[in-house]
């Protein structure tokens, strides 16, 4: 198995660690983490890669689940990272359980089991591991793996979530009930509700709302909208399996309602206004647009006005996100979807490298570098997939500063990011961070 098949069973992996996970980010760290660790394995002594690399994947997100800042982390009623689907994101959604499996109202429900309960039950669920392959790769007997999902299910099936049906008309009810909302028309909005329905709104810093039955989320539905009244378009896609509303200003995601729908009718409404919790649907859409990606589940973008919009690569984007989707664009043609997630590291690298010392090192410690040893294998790493699919005069600038890098891990190291920057070789790197970041940044 090469990077080639490697990048093959990507969405398979993604979708495996975000179940497990239910953080986007954290997901893509996990693959990113399992990927290394692939790279510098003995690839003769593997028999089976794709096993191997599940196994990789699912200890590695048992390591997230079981650590303590973790497990005080997530709060209750907090929503999950949205992630847009369509496009083999997260893997095959193409039964009934595996759309259940990445929708909203299954990924809080999960919190409630524990990480090894988790594991089993969206290996078995989401992926159809029969018992025997499924105790051998989390090292279990069959009967306790058995045991273990029984519990889970019942876990599960105790909750008071009924999921949602996901189908064609689920988006078009999607999309009469914007226009119901948009209208005023409340009669007609209240034939579209499910009389038990529930909705959450997660605005970030705290401020969580919770309202259940029919004539109370009628009457709040203007308020939700009413928090996105600069809004300039909505965008209907699939988002986690099933319709989302993407409320767009200036381009750019301030808001996300993920619409589940049962029986013909609106049984769930979960708004994401949270903008740490938008940033992977954020660089997705960003992604999308610069590559001129789509998927099935997308809608044409219309106003909040009710005038037709138009989305195009010229629309305006957050600072961050469009160098993002700018260096994309310029490498796009020849990138694949691991180097599309190796690119983001590369360029978050070479942004946080171009800071002030100061700013350097809080950065890179926040990423879990300990000192100039890991910078430089990382980077490396980064920049050694890359570097045939990146234009020349970028690649030049990089490997200046690879070898930079190199030469200040060792051999006197490692060096602590405190002593590097204080060394005047330290000037140096910012320089061609910089240069590196403005080139990777450039339009195409």
């Known amino acids: 198995m090469t990077t080639d098949h490697f990048t093959v069973e990507r969405g398979r992996l993604f979708g495996l660690a975000y179940r497990l996970l239910g953080s986007a980010d954290d997901a893509e760290d996990t693959v990113q983490d399992a990927y290394l660790r692939w790279n510098r ?16 994947v699912t200890n590695l997100c048992l390591t997230r689940l079981t650590s303590a800042p973790v497990r005080h982390e997530t709060v209750a009623d907090e929503l999950p990272e949205p992630v847009l689907t369509g496009g083999g994101e997260l893997g095959p959604l193409e039964t009934v359980e595996q759309r259940e499996s990445v929708s909203f109202a299954m990924l809080v429900l999960m919190r409630s089991l524990t990480p090894m309960e988790r594991a089993v039950f969206v290996l078995r669920s989401a992926f159809d591991y029969p018992y025997p ?44 009930f914007m ?28 401020e969580r709302m919770h309202v259940r039955g029919r004539d109370a989320v009628r009457r709040n539905a203007a308020a939700t909208l009413a928090r996105f009244a600069s809004v300039s378009d909505f965008l209907l896609r699939e988002v986690n399996g099933g319709p989302g509303i993407l409320f767009l200003q200036d381009g750019e995601i301030v808001g996300l309602t993920s619409v ?30 610069a590559t001129g990606a789509s998927d099935a589940g997308s809608r044409t973008v219309r106003s909040l006005a009710g005038r037709p919009g138009e989305l195009t690569a010229d629309s ?9 989707g700018r260096g994309l664009g310029s490498v796009a043609p020849t ?28 950065l890179l ?35 200046e500063l690879d070898v930079l ?17 204080s060394a005047p070789e330290w000037v140096r790197v910012r320089e061609l961070a910089a240069r590196a970041f403005a080139l990777l940044g450039r339009p195409a």
């Open 41 to 56: 394995a003995d690839r003769g002594t593997i028999a089976t890669p794709g096993a191997w690399l599940t196994k990789a």
């Open 133 to 176: 392959e499924l105790a051998a790769l989390l090292e279990l007997t069959e009967a306790n793996a058995r045991q273990l999902y029984s519990r889970a299910r019942r876990r599960i099936d105790a909750g008071e979530t009924r999921f949602p049906t996901s189908d064609g008309g689920s988006m078009r009810l999607t999309e009469t």
């Open 179 to 206: 226009t119901a909302v948009r209208s005023g028309r409340l009669e007609q909005l209240e034939e579209l509700l499910a009389a038990d329905i529930a909705t959450w709104i997660d605005l970030g810093g705290g």
């Open 260 to 289: 589940e729908t049962r029986d013909g009718r609106i049984s769930a409404l979960r708004t994401v206004a949270d903008p740490d919790r938008l940033e992977y649907l954020r660089a997705q859409f960003a992604l999308r647009l």
């Open 316 to 324: 305006e984007i957050s600072e961050p996100t469009r160098k993002i």
């Open 335 to 362: 990138l694949g979807g691991m180097n599309e997630s190796f690119f983001r590291h590369l360029i978050i690298a070479v942004g946080d490298l171009a800071q002030p010392a100061a700013a350097q090192i809080a």
């Open 365 to 399: 410690e926040k990423q879990g570098l300990r000192d100039a040893d890991e910078l430089a294998l990382e980077f490396d790493e980064y920049f050694a997939a890359l570097k045939d699919t990146l234009p020349a005069d970028t690649v030049a600038v990089l490997a």
């Open 405 to 421: 890098l190199e030469e200040m891990s060792g051999p006197t190291g490692p060096w602590s990011f405190e002593a590097l920057a």
